[in-house]
């Protein structure tokens, strides 16, 4: 299974981007999945997750302007970001927890991060 994301870059304050990361490879069902960021010198940090029904989470501080989505068809999940901040400046990381097969296990995969840079 690999996840491959897409959509980083570098924007002004203010401006949007829209990330992608979909899956490839033995997927049987996502469970869940997510995006998570890491700024330099600080922890990843979760920002957004999406489940197989579509219940979603937002980090308190990208609430409001962050929106995450899915297409279980293409077995893709997307993140909306508007109104970026300095702030937000981090390497984004999609992450996906699910069934290889029909018969497990259920799997946790990280994709390779993609560069977020908002200048002020």
């Known amino acids: 299974v690999q996840l491959q994301a897409s959509g980083g870059g570098l924007v002004q304050a203010g401006e949007s981007l829209r990330l992608s990361c979909g899956g490839s490879?033995?997927?049987?069902?996502?469970?869940?999945m997510g995006w998570y960021r890491q700024a330099p010198g600080k922890q990843r940090e979760l920002v957004a997750t999406?489940?197989?029904?579509?219940?979603?989470n937002y980090a308190d501080s990208v609430k409001d302007r962050f929106t995450i989505s899915r297409d279980n068809a293409k077995n893709t999940v997307y993140l909306q970001m508007n109104s970026l901040k300095p702030e937000d400046t981090a390497v984004y990381y999609c992450?996906?927890?699910?069934?290889?097969?029909?018969?497990?296990?259920?799997?946790?995969?990280w994709g390779k991060g993609t560069l977020v840079t908002v200048s002020s």
């Open positions: 992450n996906a927890e699910l069934w290889p097969t029909a018969r497990g296990p259920l799997s946790n995969y």
């Open positions: 490879g033995s997927i049987f069902s996502i469970e869940r």
């Open positions: 999406i489940f197989s029904r579509g219940s979603t």
